[in-house]
């Protein structure tokens, strides 16, 4: 099993580009989440998703958008990338929400 | 104010010592976990605990419902034990809260 992977590990964009990030994960979760890492803050949790076709909004949403058409994808879009979006981004995936997650690699994301 | 509280932020110890890291929570829970962070970025789940104890090798995890702490022991500590080491709680509503981290460095 390769767990839960991301894609790209690193990427700069500038500002008012858009992007997505990719996740996937090959362990059959229904459950599935996107969260920011910023220095001094803890994870903050940006969408998440209870199976395919169910999506909902975490704490810290504004800025970005995702879609589950599959169990195994759910990918993370930035639709204008701003600076305040540069941080580190990791995808999780547990059998249901409150179950051990399964975390990505992450991404190092940079805006210019 | 942040759901999750954790104390030391910063930890250094030397090879061998016990080390505690505490997680205090002010919301109602369905379990707490506690995750590690190496310093190349990945986060591995260590513990998932609702109540009592769990013991995985040198690494010990209690939880006090009733005071809403928890603990993260680590016996006998080694280098490769720093890290960074996360609590986090899970809520009904399909969310999870985080606190900002521990960063434990482990001198030879």
């Known amino acids: 099993n390769a767990g839960v992977t991301q894609t790209p590990k690193f990427q700069v964009l500038k500002t008012g580009q858009s992007m997505t990030l990719q996740c996937a994960q090959d362990m059959n979760h229904e459950y599935m989440s996107w969260y920011r890492q910023d220095p001094g803050m803890g994870l903050r949790l940006i969408h998440y998703?209870?199976?395919?076709?169910?999506?909902d909004q975490g704490e810290v949403p504004n800025g970005y958008n995702v879609s589950r058409s599959t169990t195994e994808d759910f990918p993370l879009r930035l639709l204008s990338a701003a600076p305040s979006q540069t941080s580190v981004y990791f995808c999780?995936?547990?059998?249901?929400?409150?179950?051990?997650?399964?975390f990505g690699p992450g991404t190092r994301l940079t805006v210019t | 104010k942040n759901e999750v509280e954790q104390s030391p932020q910063n930890l250094t110890a030397q090879e061998g010592e016990f080390i505690t890291i505490n997680c205090s929570y002010s919301v109602g829970i369905s379990a707490l976990h506690w995750l590690q962070q190496h310093p190349g970025g990945g986060i591995v789940s260590l513990f998932m605990l609702s109540s009592g104890k769990k013991k995985h090798g040198r690494l010990i995890a209690t939880i006090n419902i009733q005071e809403k702490h928890s603990s993260l022991h680590i016996t006998a500590s080694h280098p490769r034990d720093s890290a960074v080491y996360i609590c986090a709680v899970s809520r009904s509503g399909n969310q999870f809260y985080f606190g900002t981290g521990t960063s434990l460095t482990v001198i030879p």
């Open positions: 999780a995936s547990s059998y249901t929400p409150g179950h051990e997650q399964y």
């Open positions: 998703s209870v199976g395919a076709g169910i999506t």
